[in-house]
């Protein structure tokens, strides 16, 4: 099955910063926290501040304490007169462009004018309109609404930031033909224009649609009305749950588009649903390499294999003899400690990946053991190698075990207690633990110090790695936020993440490629430089749009890494030629 996501999908500039403004309340404001109404129309996300105590107020008490966030949509404005005057701390949440919206209101309203507001009356944010223009305001849904109203002198026309684009343009050719001085203003937000549009272009490259959103969204629902309006299958869902009854087996070609209160974390299940499907409908080889990718990636196995093909890459550019100890090493390492980072880090998987968060708690005890087998055979393959490297391995295992733990008493203040804490830890103290274990472990042992091209080899590897698990960090960005997690995406932002993945990369290409010229490594680091090179595709047709957050660019982005290590195999198979 082919599957496209709209580019538009998810979370407009307003529902983000809404939603950001919520997140970050509880650290910033005073408590208790709440919402006028609910913040946006999404009930996962309305659950998720539920869990964080931010509660939804729907009346205003004559008395209060706390902070209130006003909606996304807006309230009228003396609705928070009245929340201000009861004691309430508020916090403006209303989109920029309702703010807009309402600002042409209330200058014209000023003036004597009579708004007309096209939208639906029920609609939050229809209401917080109608109260900027106080007696002056009148709202309709349809054309027949519209032509009965009366003539005014003057009047203006605004719609709700998220009405049907090809309606309005009906009603602004209306008035400009029936009532030339009525002043129409274009309020539609830009991103509901670019989402409906590219709606239909989508119907037109695809079998059937999808559509995710909140049932009482009202732009999730104009989305699923224009896409069944193009004559193809149209489906709206509110979690992957709601596949179940689409009937999509006999689809070739599914489109995925989502409302602008729709979370990434949703979109990315119902994706990661629809990509089981070929597996589940067809029996035979499909079935059993889809199965086979899935428990390699689950278990992390093709991970640790990534790491044992990194350290033979390794030993390989320092024209180290291979060895299996060190190899070994780096893949019982790595596996231990990738398997007790999500034994322990499942609260996040619960919205990044909930399928790995399934699996884990299903095979607790069995993951358990295998991370403990994992990391004592690792300690007793380092042995092996000599006392210097079971000392580091030793260590290095016990700093791993303690990540997750508080090693700083609470009552001190101290804001940093765990290693965890620290802003962009796991990035980096993965990257620098994968590049100590395939590198200069056996750079030590190899060469009995630390060289110059040790130091290069293990500049690359660990800036390789580092790019591999920022990019996983930025295709989970909106789970680690909801977990107030800092990661390296929520410190830079995306865009900027973006950029330094794409300068590490080019920088790995050129650290072997000169190393090789100069000598100072052997001449596989000419060859090597493809797994950086294809990293920086991917990374590039992840921005582009063309590979999305899936299983499959999980275990390509993972591939690379025992590229390395098919790479230095056809390096040596050559060098014995």
Not at 361 to 376: K, T
Request: net charge positive; charged share 20%.
């Amino acid at each position: 099955m082919k599957i496209e996501i709209a580019k538009t999908a998810g979370f407009c500039m307003g529902v983000r910063r809404a939603v950001e403004l919520a997140l970050d309340a509880p650290g910033k404001h005073a408590a208790p926290i709440y919402t006028y109404g609910p913040l946006i129309h999404n009930p996962q996300v309305l659950s998720l501040f539920a869990e964080k105590g931010i509660t939804v107020l729907k009346t205003i008490p004559e008395q209060g304490s706390g902070t209130v966030l006003v909606r996304a949509h807006g309230v009228p404005p003396e609705d928070k007169q009245r929340l201000k005057a009861a004691g309430f701390r508020v916090v403006d949440a209303t989109c920029p462009r309702v703010i807009r919206v309402q600002t042409i209101i209330r200058v014209h309203a000023r003036k004597g004018y009579t708004t007309i507001i096209v939208g639906d009356r029920d609609h939050p944010e229809v209401i917080g309109l109608v109260g900027h223009a106080g007696d002056s305001g009148i709202v309709v849904s349809t054309m027949a609404e519209l032509e009965a109203l009366p003539a005014f002198d003057q009047a203006i026309i605004v719609a709700q930031t998220t009405q049907n684009l090809r309606f309005y343009q009906q009603v602004k050719a209306w008035a400009q033909s029936t009532f030339p001085q009525y002043k129409a203003y274009d309020t539609i937000c830009d991103s509901t224009e670019k989402r409906q549009a590219e709606i239909k272009q989508l119907a037109d490259r695809v079998e059937a649609v999808i559509v995710v959103g909140g049932k009482d969204s009202g732009n999730t629902r104009r989305l699923a009305e224009i896409a069944a309006e193009t004559g193809k299958p149209a489906f709206h869902v509110e979690t992957e749950a709601d596949l179940k009854s689409c009937c999509l087996d006999n689809y070739n070609r599914v489109g995925i588009t989502a409302g602008a209160s729709t979370p990434n974390w949703i979109i990315k299940r119902v994706y990661r649903e629809l990509e089981k499907l070929p597996a589940r409908r067809h029996a035979g080889l499909v079935r059993i390499l889809y199965r086979a990718m899935q428990t390699l990636l689950l278990t992390n196995v093709y991970v640790a294999m990534g790491a044992g093909c990194l350290c033979l890459a390794g030993t390989r550019l320092l024209e180290i003899k291979p060895s299996a100890a060190p190899v070994a090493v780096a893949m019982l390492y790595v596996l231990s400690m990738h398997l007790l980072n999500h034994l322990t880090g499942t609260a996040e998987d619960e919205y990044n990946d909930p399928e790995r968060a399934r699996f884990y708690e299903q095979n607790r005890l069995g993951l358990s053991v295998m991370a403990i087998a994992a990391g004592g055979l690792g300690i007793l393959s380092a042995s092996a190698m000599g006392a210097v490297a079971f000392v580091i391995l030793l260590v290095m295992s016990l700093l791993g075990l303690s990540y997750n733990l508080y090693l700083l008493p609470g009552r001190f203040g101290f804001k940093f207690r765990r290693i965890k804490d620290i802003p962009g830890s796991k990035t980096c103290l993965i990257a620098v633990a994968w590049g100590v274990v395939a590198v200069l472990l056996p750079g030590i042992t190899g060469q009995g110090t630390v060289s110059a091209a040790s130091g290069v080899v293990f500049v690359w590897a660990t800036a390789l790695v580092f790019a591999r698990t920022a990019f996983f960090d930025l295709l989970d960005v909106q789970g680690d936020r909801i977990m107030g997690k800092e990661t390296l995406p929520i410190l830079l932002g995306s865009r900027k993440t973006v950029v330094l993945l794409k300068s590490i990369l080019v920088g790995c290409m050129l650290l072997v490629c000169v190393g090789s010229a100069v000598g100072l490594i052997s001449g596989l680091g000419f060859l090597i430089a493809l797994c950086p090179a294809a990293m920086l595709a991917l990374v590039h047709a992840y921005e582009k749009g063309l590979m999305l957050p899936s299983m499959r660019l999980e275990f390509m982005v993972e591939s690379l890494f025992l590229l390395s290590g098919f790479l230095t195999l056809l390096w040596m198979m050559a060098d014995t030629f």
